[in-house]
C-alpha cells in the first residue's frame, strides 16, 4: 500500500488531491483539525472514490497528538502537507496567528517525519513567494521578493524551512486555483471572507453580494485589469500525485510552478463566466486594490519537462464547475 499523510486534506485543494492519489494508486490519509472546512469534503472525497479514507481530527500544530498518526499508521511513503490558514486579509490583521500555525505545523511535521524516517514531502507553496516578478511568465529562479502579507511571507519561511531540512522535498507554487469537481461533491466550504475573484463572481451571479468591484483598469495590460494565472483545482490536485512521484523517484528537492501559462485579465474571466453560465454579472470599475501585482503567470517550462505536468481543463470548465459548486453550497 502506498499510504500518503495529507495534512488539510479535507480542505479545497487537499480533497481534490484526495481523490487524484487515490485514482493513482495512492492511499490518503488525512489529518485535519477541519477549522476551516467541512467533513463533507472527506465523505464527498470517499464517495468520488467508492472507497473509505482514514481520517485523524488533529491540530498539526499539536506535536502529541500528531505523533499518534506515526504511531498508527505504518509503512508511510510521503506526506502531503497543505493544513495551512490561507485569507491573505485576515493575516494582515492576525500575522502572529499565520507565522505560528503556518510555520508552527511545518515544523512539528519536519520533527515527526525525522523522528519517524519518513523522507518525502510535497508543500503547498504560491507564487506570492515571487511578489510582484520582474520578467514574465516567471520561471521557479525568479527571487523572492518582499512578500505582500504575512500569509506570503509564512510561504516564503516555510519554502526556507524545507531548503535547511534533510528531508526531500518539493514546493509546489500554486498560481489562482479555481473552480471544482464535476461532481459537485467537494469545493471549498472555507469559512473566509470570500476575498478571491471567481467566488466573488458566483456570490454576485448567485445574489450574496450586489456587485462586483473590478479593482482598476489602469494598469499596463491589454484592457488595463490585471492579469493572473487561473488553474482549475483537479489540475493543480494532479500536479500532486506527479510531484510525489517525483520526489519518490529522485529524492530530491525541487520546487515547481503549477500554473496554466496563460495570463487572463479580470475583464475577461467576467466576460468567460457569463458566457458559459449563461448569466450577466452585475460589475463596476473601481480603485485600485492595495497590494495587489499588475501581472503574474507562469512559466511551466519546468514542470512539463521534470514533472511531465501539463494544465489540461480549459477555463471555460473551470467556470462553469464553479458555477455549478455556489449552486450547490448555497442550497
Ligand atoms: C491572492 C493572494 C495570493 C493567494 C491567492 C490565492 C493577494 C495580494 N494575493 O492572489 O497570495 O495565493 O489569492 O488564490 O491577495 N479582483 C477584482 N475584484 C475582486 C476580487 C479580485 O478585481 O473583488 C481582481 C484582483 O485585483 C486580481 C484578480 O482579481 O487582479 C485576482 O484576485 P484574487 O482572486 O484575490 O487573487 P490574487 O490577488 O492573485
Known amino acids: ?61 499539536n506535536e502529541s497528538e500528531f505523533k499518534k498518526v506515526f504511531e498508527t499508521e505504518k509503512n508511510v511513503k510521503g506526506v502531503i502537507h497543505f493544513a495551512a490558514f490561507k485569507s491573505v486579509e485576515e493575516s494582515v490583521r492576525e500575522p502572529e496567528k499565520y507565522f505560528k500555525n503556518n510555520i508552527g505545523s511545518l515544523e512539528v511535521l519536519l520533527k515527526l517525519m525525522n523522528d519517524n524516517g519518513l523522507n518525502n514531502i510535497i508543500f503547498s507553496s504560491s507564487c506570492t513567494v515571487y511578489g510582484s516578478p520582474d520578467v514574465l511568465p516567471v520561471n521557479e529562479s525568479a527571487p523572492f521578493k518582499k512578500a505582500e502579507s504575512p500569509y506570503g511571507e509564512s510561504k516564503q519561511l516555510c519554502e526556507e524551512l524545507l531548503n535547511k531540512s534533510d528531508i526531500n522535498s518539493v514546493s509546489l507554487r500554486y498560481f489562482n486555483p479555481i473552480g471544482s469537481h464535476e461532481s459537485g461533491l467537494i469545493g ?38 490585471c492579469l493572473r494565472d487561473y488553474i482549475h483545482v483537479v489540475d493543480l490536485a494532479n500536479a500532486h500525485v506527479k510531484a510525489l512521484n517525483h520526489v519518490l523517484q529522485n529524492k530530491s528537492k525541487s520546487v515547481f510552478n503549477i500554473g496554466t501559462g496563460k495570463g487572463v ?29 499588475e501581472q503574474i503567470y507562469s512559466d511551466n517550462t519546468l514542470s512539463t519537462n521534470e514533472l511531465n505536468w501539463q494544465a489540461k481543463i480549459p477555463l471555460e470548465n473551470a467556470m462553469k464547475s464553479a458555477w455549478k459548486w455556489e449552486l450547490k453550497k448555497s442550497y
Open 1 to 61: 500500500m502506498n499510504k500518503i499523510i495529507v495534512t488539510g486534506g479535507a480542505g479545497y485543494i487537499g480533497s481534490h488531491t484526495l481523490v487524484e492519489l487515490s485514482r493513482n494508486g495512492f492511499s490518503p490519509i488525512v489529518v485535519d483539525n477541519l477549522c476551516n472546512t467541512s467533513i463533507q469534503n472527506i465523505k464527498g472525497a470517499e464517495k468520488i472514490i467508492g472507497n473509505k479514507i482514514p481520517f485523524y481530527k488533529i491540530d498539526c500544530t
Open 265 to 293: 485579465s479580470v475583464l475577461e474571466a467576467i466576460r468567460i463566466f457569463e458566457e458559459v453560465n449563461e448569466l450577466q454579472i452585475n460589475f463596476k470599475i473601481g480603485p485600485r486594490r492595495a497590494g495587489d501585482v
Open 188 to 225: 471549498d466550504y472555507s469559512a473566509d471572507k470570500a476575498n478571491n475573484l471567481v467566488p466573488i463572481i458566483t456570490e454576485t451571479a448567485i445574489g450574496k453580494r450586489e456587485q462586483i468591484t473590478v479593482f482598476g483598469d489602469d494598469y499596463n495590460t491589454p484592457d488595463g485589469t
